[in-house]
């Protein structure tokens, strides 16, 4: 069922911006745009008929196929995407909004409540948030109380539960917006008075860091670019989703450098099934638009930093790394080494992963 409704609200997303752009849409137009069968692009396209989300703009004549138009093109919920990562009992939230200010918002109201959330943390419309499995009652209604609240978070088989309550605003979203966005498997809203009450249902994925480092040259390439580019590839898989990407300065006084010693780290949720996958397709990437044959990257499952691996990095800010410290401290951590000499700088940008920007850029910043 989870399947279907991602289905769906994909190409209603797409038969939504079709009509945005062009007032109608055709079968072929679908049909391209999603890369499926005629018969299925057609399929949906009766369903939705069915349901009122779609109406038939012109009648097929001659050889002018049929054209439909969606009922509305304004967002139907400001929550693009909901998805989750787990690490043991250690869980994070991500909530991708098409509004900075409703991220804002329920991030306000997140720190305000605490509850089963330990860090709340917003990076333009993407609300990222860490808490911990188990049940924490919350108090929540008007100011000064929070209006919404992560009161518990559980697994469910294959998925995360959060547990919420909420009020005003919030309430409404739980109960017509939050369904809609990208990732959700099912929500299940009940009243409670005046509050709104309800279980929110997401994939527990696998959080992973790859750092990514030595692959440009004197002749051209910048690791940053391709890290990015790296991402945009890989999230393109069904069953992975991006969460960001970061510039990490290193030693500056490294002799063997390009320009000024600069690594990439990116973050991506995957479906455990598909990591073997995963890795043969981003190493074959990285070695195939690398200026370098020294490329290397590093790949770590699992959220947080241990310690050891957080000295590392401190090692390649301060000091001098050579590549056998780097696979000796990889495969005590169950860390993934991939390349040449650019392991060093990678396993680096993994090291120093969840530090401020402003730290991840100036190197003369010390690593606490």
């Not at 939705?48 to 304004?74: H, P, Q, T, W």
């Not at 309430?171 to 990208?182: G, K, P, T, V």
Request: aromatic letters at 6%; glycine letters at 10%.
């Amino acid at each position: 069922m989870s399947r279907v409704l991602e289905h769906r609200r994909k190409y209603l997303r797409q038969m939504r911006q079709f009509t945005l752009d062009a007032g109608s849409f055709t079968v072929t137009d679908l049909q391209n745009a999603a890369e499926i069968p005629r018969s299925t692009a057609q399929d949906w396209i009766n369903r939705l008929l069915m349901e009122g989300c779609l109406f038939l703009r012109e009648e097929k004549r001659g050889r002018s196929a049929a054209r439909y138009a969606a009922i509305s093109a304004v967002p139907s919920s400001t929550c693009k995407r909901i998805f989750t990562t787990v690490d043991g009992d250690t869980v994070e939230i991500y909530h991708d909004c098409l509004s900075a200010s409703c991220a804002a918002f329920c991030g306000y109201h997140h720190t305000l409540a605490g509850g089963a959330l330990t860090v709340v943390h917003r990076d333009g419309t993407l609300l990222r948030e860490r808490g911990t499995m188990g049940s924490f009652p919350v108090p929540v209604g008007l100011l000064p109380l929070p209006a919404v609240a992560v009161t518990g978070i559980e697994r469910d088989g294959e998925s995360i539960v959060q547990q919420i309550r909420c009020i005003g605003g919030p309430a409404y979203s739980l109960s017509d917006m939050i369904s809609r966005a990208e990732g959700v498997i099912r929500v299940e809203p009940r009243p409670d008075g005046h509050i709104v009450v309800g279980k929110v249902w997401t994939r527990a994925l696998m959080h992973i860091t790859l750092g990514v480092d030595d692959t440009d040259s004197k002749d051209g390439g910048a690791t940053f670019a391709l890290a990015l580019a790296l991402l945009n590839y890989v999230t393109r898989m069904e069953g992975v989703l991006p969460i960001s990407h970061h510039v990490v300065m290193l030693n500056p006084d490294i002799a063997r450098k390009t320009a000024g010693n600069s690594a990439s780290y990116i973050e991506l949720a995957l479906d455990p099934d598909l990591l073997g996958t995963f890795v043969e397709r981003a190493c074959r990437f990285v070695a195939d638009e690398s200026f370098s044959p020294d490329w290397g990257i590093a790949i770590r499952a699992g959220l947080g930093i241990p310690e050891k691996l957080r000295e590392y990095g401190r090692l390649v800010r301060d000091g001098i790394a050579t590549r056998e410290a780097a696979e000796s401290l990889a495969g005590s951590l169950g860390i993934t080494l991939i390349g040449g000499y650019g392991v060093i700088g990678a396993l680096g940008a993994v090291a120093l992963a969840g530090l401020p920007e402003d730290v991840l850029l100036d190197p003369s910043r010390k690593i606490r």
